[in-house]
């Protein structure tokens, strides 16, 4: 038996993460978040050149059409490989068929010039008819005029901002240094333990939050349009939405599957464009209350713009076998230098 669903979004993800898994034991272990950060994180992304971003963008791609996802919102850092990062990751999930929208991860943690630099790359993607936003890491790491320069060319793109908000109690000033600057085409990625309202859609990655045990977001006690992602950990949406529903479910049993089915559908909502895709499923039917207790559901054939882009378990663009042992030699790459 099978259902077809339009494509999936994930809203909230981090491509060059693919190829973090099996790395090196960071030099000390992180006992809390802001550790696991400059641990792990920013110890990778600094590693990080076009080709690495290259081959972990076309494994995130092939693994989100694996799982049903065929838009991906992504949000990048590789602070010195950033001119020309963005379209790299745009090319890369187009020769996948996987549709992108791309933000570089704007920060003053590289001086005044990688904030530049970064800001740079934002405007001359969008200027070049790049789909995405304006990206910035999280108020932590922004000085008041960095900020003010992500806010502008927000405004001045038209593309809003896509953002870090109080992820970790290291961002707890997010929310009074944004009130009154964010609107609703912004992004607001994570908002554990966000007091202020703000406007934008709330981007919930539950997984994420849990691995790094920054405490659980409770989105429902928000009144904005909540979406749902992953952080970088895949692209597996059905799987984001059951975490997402148990996570709520342990702190209200009266939760039901639907409130994260919503926030699943409000991914169309960020990227239209996945509305026209057709995903045939392994399952029937694919609804929340179902699919909250049925893991192991996977596509079996995809169409993108009308083009097959999955079929009989493959990708049909691209050699899966391929961008795995590419992406494989790419990971020990960037292992050597960690």
């Not at 943690?109 to 904030?115: K, Q, V």
């Not at 790094?212 to 970088?232: E, K, M, Q, S, W």
């Amino acid at each position: 038996m099978t259902a077809s669903t339009q494509g999936l979004v994930c809203s909230h993800h981090h491509l060059y993460s693919a190829l973090a898994r099996g790395m090196p034991t960071p030099p000390k272990m992180a006992t809390n978040f802001r550790e696991i950060l400059e641990q792990v994180w920013w110890r990778l992304d600094m590693a990080l050149d076009l080709e690495m971003v290259r081959w972990s963008a076309k494994l995130g791609a092939l693994e989100a059409l694996e799982s049903g996802t065929t838009a991906i919102i992504d949000h990048h850092a590789s602070p010195n490989a950033i001119e020309g990062s963005l379209s790299v990751i745009a090319d890369a999930c187009a020769e996948v068929g996987v549709r992108v929208a791309c933000a570089y991860e704007v920060t003053d943690r590289h001086g005044a010039d990688g904030a530049r630099r970064g800001l740079e790359e934002n405007r001359r993607f969008l200027a070049e008819g790049g789909r995405g936003w304006v990206g910035a890491h999280a108020c932590f790491t922004l000085s008041d005029d960095t900020l003010d320069r992500v806010v502008g060319l927000g405004q001045d793109t038209g593309a809003g901002v896509h953002i870090h908000v109080h992820e970790g109690p290291d961002d707890s000033e997010a929310g009074a240094r944004l009130s009154g600057r964010t609107d609703d085409r912004w992004l607001l990625a994570h908002c554990v333990s966000l007091e202020t309202e703000l406007a934008g859609t709330i981007l919930h990655n539950p997984e994420s939050n849990m691995n790094n045990a920054v405490g659980y977001a409770n989105p429902v006690r928000f009144n904005n349009a909540v979406a749902l992602g992953t952080d970088g950990i895949g692209a597996d949406m059905l799987g984001s939405f059951r975490a997402a529903y148990l996570k709520h479910r342990e702190s209200d049993v009266t939760a039901t599957p639907d409130a994260a089915w919503s926030w699943l559908e409000t991914g169309w909502d960020l990227f239209p464009e996945a509305r026209t895709d057709a995903v045939s499923w392994s399952y029937e039917p694919i609804d929340p209350w179902h699919l909250a207790f049925t893991p192991g559901v996977r596509p079996i054939e995809i169409a993108i713009d009308d083009q097959l882009v999955f079929a009989d378990g493959s990708p049909t663009l691209v050699d899966g076998d391929e961008i795995r042992a590419k992406a494989a030699e790419q990971a020990t790459r960037l292992h050597a230098r960690l």
